[in-house]
């Protein structure tokens, strides 16, 4: 078994009725980085370089199956465009994250601490 994070860029055409979402092109892509810990501890470090999928495993199994309160997650994710910005940083807020708790912004970068 594996534990980790993912992080990553989709798309859905807004008249697509059902939550599918897509992985954008390689060209699409932006720069990210990621670092993953287990009880404070850290487990992997992504390096910052563009990615649509970015993603972080290592051996091992959560102590309750379904509780991930174990793992964190830091995340640096620099988009495209303040439009791509302003869109990503929204669907963050309507998910219930809240600025400068569970992430901050500087200038194109969105830091998310999760």
């Known amino acids: 078994m594996f534990i980790g994070h993912e992080i990553g860029i989709y798309n859905?055409?807004?008249?697509?009725g059902a939550e599918h979402y897509?992985?954008?092109s390689d060209e699409e892509a932006i720069y990210m980085s990621m670092t993953g810990y287990r009880d404070g501890v850290e487990l992997y470090t992504r390096d910052?370089?563009?990615y649509w999928w970015?993603?972080?495993?290592?051996?091992?199994?959560?102590?309750?199956?379904?509780?991930r309160s174990e793992l964190s997650l830091k995340a640096?994710?620099?988009?495209?465009?303040s439009e791509?910005?302003?869109?990503?940083?929204?669907?963050?807020?309507?998910?219930?994250?809240v600025m400068?708790?569970?992430?901050?912004?500087k200038g194109l970068d969105v830091?998310?601490?999760w």
């Open 76 to 81: 640096r994710m620099t988009m495209k465009d």
């Open 111 to 113: 830091y998310v601490e």
């Open 54 to 67: 970015c993603t972080g495993f290592v051996p091992g199994k959560l102590d309750k199956f379904s509780d």
């Open 100 to 105: 400068g708790e569970d992430f901050v912004v």
């Open 84 to 97: 791509m910005l302003l869109g990503f940083t929204n669907a963050l807020k309507e998910n219930g994250m």
């Open 12 to 16: 859905k055409p807004k008249d697509r």
């Open 22 to 24: 897509d992985a954008v």
């Open 48 to 50: 910052y370089g563009k």
